[in-house]
């Protein structure tokens, strides 16, 4: 979990992705909505993207993405991120996170 550890560290929203997963950019773009400013690691272009995957799948990541950390505390994939908004706990954990401003 070393690799997946370290790209977290002091970011308040990080998405894995892959380029081609519509719901990854259904995630990236409904969070980007609100204002934040995910860092975003595109796991099939990246040069250790294989070894982030496995990593995912260690912390429960099924399918591995999208996987969306906040305030470096992994928050789940698509049907997550999705459950919170709907239920209007999404944008109040991305302020916590000082992911975005009032």
């Not at 970011?11 to 995910?38: E, Q």
């Not at 040069?47 to 799948?57: N, T």
Request: charged share 15%; glycine share 8%.
């Amino acid at each position: 979990m070393a690799v997946v550890t370290a790209l977290v560290n002091d970011r308040s929203v990080v998405i894995f992705s892959k380029s081609s997963c519509c719901m990854c950019h259904t995630i990236k773009t409904l969070i980007s909505s609100f204002g934040a400013n995910p860092t975003v690691y595109e796991l099939d272009e990246h040069p250790k993207g294989q070894q982030i995957e496995k990593e995912l799948k260690g912390l429960g990541c099924k399918p591995s993405v999208p996987a969306v950390f906040i305030g470096q505390e992994l928050i789940g994939g698509a049907n997550e991120i999705m459950t919170l908004h709907l239920k209007g706990q999404l944008v109040p954990l991305l302020l916590r996170a000082n992911a975005i401003w009032v």
